[in-house]
């Protein structure tokens, strides 16, 4: 994949997606990425958590809808990110994304609870898509509606996940308007999604299409179900903004999803509001399927920043 850099007068940078060997076709795009990191400008993957203010609050009315809540420990009380678990979508639990998430887990010190949430996982052809989109989309709803009785402000609420938690949370991030017919429950309005690793497109043959047969509980399932279970088919110009970080060197999800993705968002016309955090520096790990430790987490904070300020 090549890219071409141009940088913006806000100081970000914009990449021309030019093409992609691994791509049937070549996706031409213009994506608003941002600088890579400087001294001093990443975190480690894995921040300790505190203890939760919370444990096993329960969300919705399935045994799995559990929650564990961890109120800022800086920063005031400005807003709530709902963290999505990874996983293949047949395994995780709460917990995981101090491991793998750290400019995310740590804007606990910038004034942001989370609500580390578990869904029910796929088993068979138990609990394939959307259920595990609708379980998040509960957890948002109730957020929103009773977070403020256990010290949660819900005026800026995010979702972000890795890997298949990164899938859900885009599908949250563009559901909030889906389309009736093609296959997304709607979903509760968002202020900003982010996805680290994400799968964005189960339908073309990247090396993550196995992904969607185990979602969606078939050796071989249609175009139709696949394409339905993809955030490219559902990304449209009324979607909340979005920021996605990817490792150039990632063997389970290859980086030529997160372009597809970008493609998506040119031709939907958003390609602007969807941050792209391209990991090609630092250890081999930042830039396999777990990026955090080399995305720049200045800008990340940046980003969150212009959400609350809702300057995207």
């Keep these: 994949m090549s890219f071409d850099a141009r940088t913006t007068t806000s100081g970000r940078r914009c990449w021309r997606v030019l093409g992609s060997t691994v791509l049937v076709m070549v996706v031409v795009a213009t994506s608003c990425a941002v600088q890579p990191p400087g001294p001093g400008q990443t975190v480690p993957a ?3 958590p505190p203890s939760p203010v919370k444990v096993d609050l329960r969300y919705g009315p399935e045994p799995e809808h559990l929650a564990n809540v961890y109120l800022p420990t800086a920063g005031g009380n400005r807003g709530v990110i709902v963290l999505v678990h990874g996983g293949g979508f047949v ?10 998430g750290g400019p995310v887990v740590r804007q606990l010190r910038r004034g942001f609870a989370l609500v580390d949430v ?11 898509f959307p259920t595990a989109v609708q379980d998040v989309s509960l957890a948002v709803e109730w957020v929103r509606r009773h977070g403020p009785a256990h010290g949660l402000n819900p005026r800026t609420v995010l979702v972000a996940g890795s890997s298949a938690g990164g899938t859900i949370a885009t599908l ?6 889906a389309v009736p017919g093609k296959g997304l429950p709607r979903t509760p309005r968002v ?7 994400g799968i964005y497109d189960f339908a073309t043959p990247t090396g993550a299409s196995h992904f969607g047969a185990t979602w969606l509980g078939a050796a071989r399932p249609t175009r139709r179900a696949l394409e339905a279970a993809s955030p490219v088919t559902h990304i449209d110009r009324h979607d909340p903004p979005g920021y996605v970080a990817h490792g150039d060197h990632d063997t389970v999800v ?3 999803q997160a372009a597809l993705m970008l493609g998506a968002a040119a031709r939907a016309g958003v390609i ?3 941050f792209y955090d391209l990991v090609t520096t630092g250890s081999g790990s930042c830039r396999w399927h777990f990026p955090a430790c080399g995305m720049n987490a200045a800008a990340f904070d940046d980003w969150v920043e212009r959400v609350v300020a809702r300057r995207l």
């Design 46 to 48: 894995a921040m300790a």
């Design 191 to 197: 202020d900003g999604w982010v996805s680290l690793a």
């Design 91 to 100: 395994k995780g639990a709460r917990g995981d994304l101090f491991n793998t």
């Design 118 to 128: 578990e869904y029910r996982l796929t088993k068979g052809t138990a609990n394939t």
């Design 172 to 177: 949250i991030g563009v559901g909030s308007n």
């Design 272 to 274: 602007t509001r969807l």
């Design 254 to 256: 290859p980086v030529s």
